[in-house]
C-alpha cells in the first residue's frame, strides 16, 4: 500500500513532469516557428515536422542558414540552383536525417558535415556525445546516457 506521503510525491512528480512537458512543447513550436518564418521558402512545401531532442536545433539552425546564404549567393542573377524545400528532419539510428529536395553539391556537403556535427553532439543538450547502444540508439553525452539508463533500471 502506497502512503499518503508516497501519493503526493508521486502527484508532485507528474504534475512537474507535464509541466516540464509543456514547456519543452512551447519551446519546439517556438522554434519551427522560427525556422519557418526566417526560411518561408525551404519550409514551404508539406514536411513532417522536426523530429529529433533540442540538442541539434542549434546545428539545424546552422544549416538552415548556411544553405539559405548559399542559395541567395548564388542565385543572385538567375536561378543557378534549384531552392531547397525540406521534407524532413528526424533523428534515425542514433543520427541526424536531413531530407530535402532541390540544391546543388555544396549543400549535399553541407548535409554531410551536419551529420557528422550531430554524430558528436548530445541530442538531448547540444553536449559532446557519442552514439549509444543498448535499446534504441541515441547520440547522448554521459550525463544523458546515465539518466536514460537509470530510467530503463527504474522501469520508468
Same mark, same amino acid.
Request: charged share 20%; aromatic share 10%; proline share 2%.
Given at each position: 500500500?502506497?502512503?499518503?506521503?508516497?501519493?503526493?510525491?508521486?502527484?508532485?512528480?507528474?504534475?512537474?513532469?507535464?509541466?516540464?512537458?509543456?514547456?519543452?512543447?512551447?519551446?519546439?513550436?517556438?522554434?519551427?516557428?522560427? #525556422?519557418?518564418?526566417?526560411?518561408?521558402?525551404?519550409?514551404?512545401?508539406?514536411?513532417?515536422?522536426?523530429?529529433?531532442?533540442?540538442?541539434?536545433?542549434?546545428?539545424?539552425?546552422?544549416?538552415?542558414?548556411?544553405?539559405?546564404?548559399?542559395?541567395?549567393?548564388?542565385?543572385?542573377?538567375?536561378?543557378?540552383?534549384?531552392?531547397?524545400?525540406?521534407?524532413?528532419?528526424?533523428?534515425?539510428?542514433?543520427? #541526424?536525417?536531413?531530407?530535402?529536395?532541390?540544391?546543388?553539391?555544396?549543400?549535399?556537403?553541407?548535409?554531410?558535415?551536419?551529420?557528422?556535427?550531430?554524430?558528436?553532439?548530445?541530442?538531448?543538450?547540444?553536449?559532446?556525445?557519442?552514439?549509444?547502444?543498448?535499446?534504441?540508439?541515441?547520440?547522448?553525452?554521459?550525463?544523458?546516457?546515465?539518466?536514460?539508463?537509470?530510467?530503463?533500471?527504474?522501469?520508468?
Amino acid at each position: 500500500m502506497i502512503s499518503a506521503l508516497d501519493q503526493a510525491a508521486i502527484a508532485i512528480t507528474a504534475k512537474e513532469s507535464l509541466m516540464d512537458q509543456d514547456l519543452e512543447y512551447q519551446e519546439y513550436d517556438a522554434f519551427v516557428k522560427h #525556422l519557418e518564418t526566417t526560411y518561408p521558402q525551404m519550409f514551404a512545401g508539406k514536411y513532417g515536422g522536426i523530429e529529433c531532442a533540442a540538442g541539434w536545433w542549434p546545428i539545424i539552425a546552422s544549416l538552415c542558414a548556411s544553405i539559405q546564404h548559399h542559395l541567395d549567393w548564388k542565385n543572385q542573377q538567375s536561378e543557378v540552383v534549384p531552392q531547397v524545400t525540406v521534407t524532413q528532419i528526424k533523428e534515425k539510428f542514433g543520427g #541526424l536525417r536531413f531530407y530535402y529536395d532541390g540544391g546543388d553539391d555544396e549543400i549535399s556537403g553541407m548535409v554531410t558535415m551536419a551529420a557528422a556535427w550531430a554524430s558528436h553532439t548530445c541530442e538531448e543538450c547540444g553536449a559532446s556525445g557519442v552514439l549509444r547502444h543498448g535499446g534504441w540508439l541515441k547520440t547522448l553525452c554521459n550525463t544523458h546516457h546515465n539518466l536514460r539508463e537509470s530510467r530503463k533500471q527504474s522501469g520508468v
